[in-house]
T-cell receptor, first 115, second 114 residues
Framework: AQSVTQPDIHITVSEGASLELRCNYSYGATPYLFWYVQSPGQGLQLLLKYFSGDTLVQGIKGFEAEFKRSQSSFNLRKPSVHWSDAAEYFCAVGSLYSSASKIIFGSGTRLSIRP | DAGVTQSPTHLIKTRGQHVTLRCSPISGHKSVSWYQQVLGQGPQFIFQYYEKEERGRGNFPDRFSARQFPNYSSELNVNALLLGDSALYLC?????????????FGPGTRLLVL
C-alpha cells in the first residue's frame, strides 16, 4: 500500500537559515509527489509537485524539492527561511484508487522559526 | 477569481446528530474531493466526485455520504455523529479527476462533536 513518512514532527530553524524537510514514500510505480503547506486556520496550499522529468522541482515561495528514486525520498528545501514560513508542511503521494485520484498525506512537519 | 469556498466555517454538534457540510469549487472545476483531517494528522481521503458521479471512496463507514450537484458544488453528510468525527473537513476541487490536475483546497469546516 502507498504511504508517506515524514520523520520529523517538529523542526525549529533560525530566520535566514537553510531548511530541509524530509519525506519518504512507498509506491510501486513512478509516483506523483506533492508538498503542501498549511498555515493556522488555513486550507492546504500546493508548494510544488513532481510527476516526471527533471528530478529537481521548483515551487512557489522559494521552495524546491528533489526526487530521489533510489532513496524513495522527496525532500523539501529552502535556502533561507522567513518568519512567514512558519506553518505545517505535508508531503503527499498521488494514488489511483478505484477510479478516483486520491492524495495520501504524511503526518506533517511543523516548522517554527526562531527570530 | 474566488477559490474553493466551504460552509460553515465552524460547527458544534452532539453525538448522534446529523451534519451537512457544503463546498463550492473554483469556477470551471468539475471534480470535488473531500478529506478529513484529525488534529495532529494529515488529511485522509473520503470521497471524490466528478460530473455528479462518485469516483471513489476512502475507508470511511457508510455514515459518511456525499453528492455533487449540476453546478458542481458538493455536500458531505455525516449521520449518527461520533466523538471521533471531530475534525477539520477539507474540500478540494480540480478541473478533472486525474492525478495530473492540481487539487485546490478550501479553508475547511471545523466540526466539534460533543
Amino acid at each position: 500500500a502507498q504511504s508517506v513518512t515524514q520523520p520529523d514532527i517538529h523542526i525549529t530553524v533560525s530566520e535566514g537559515a537553510s531548511l530541509e524537510l524530509r519525506c519518504n514514500y512507498s509506491y510501486g510505480a513512478t509516483p506523483y509527489l506533492f508538498w503542501y503547506v498549511q498555515s493556522p486556520g488555513q486550507g492546504l496550499q500546493l508548494l510544488l509537485k513532481y510527476f516526471s522529468g527533471d528530478t529537481l522541482v521548483q515551487g512557489i515561495k522559494g521552495f524546491e524539492a528533489e526526487f530521489k528514486r533510489s532513496q524513495s525520498s522527496f525532500n523539501l528545501r529552502k535556502p533561507s527561511v522567513h518568519w512567514s514560513d512558519a506553518a505545517e508542511y505535508f508531503c503527499a503521494v498521488g494514488s489511483l484508487y478505484s477510479s478516483a485520484s486520491k492524495i495520501i498525506f504524511g503526518s506533517g512537519t511543523r516548522l517554527s522559526i526562531r527570530p | 477569481d474566488a477559490g474553493v469556498t466551504q460552509s460553515p466555517t465552524h460547527l458544534i454538534k452532539t453525538r448522534g446528530q446529523h451534519v451537512t457540510l457544503r463546498c463550492s469549487p473554483i469556477s470551471g472545476h468539475k471534480s470535488v474531493s473531500w478529506y478529513q483531517q484529525v488534529l495532529g494528522q494529515g488529511p485522509q481521503f473520503i470521497f471524490q466526485y466528478y460530473e455528479k458521479e462518485e469516483r471513489g471512496r476512502g475507508n470511511f463507514p457508510d455514515r459518511f455520504s456525499a453528492r455533487q450537484f449540476p453546478n458542481y458544488s458538493s455536500e458531505l453528510n455525516v449521520n449518527a455523529l461520533l466523538l471521533g468525527d471531530s475534525a477539520l473537513y477539507l474540500c478540494a476541487s480540480s478541473l478533472a479527476p486525474e492525478l495530473q490536475e492540481t487539487q485546490y483546497f478550501g479553508p475547511g469546516t471545523r466540526l466539534l462533536v460533543l
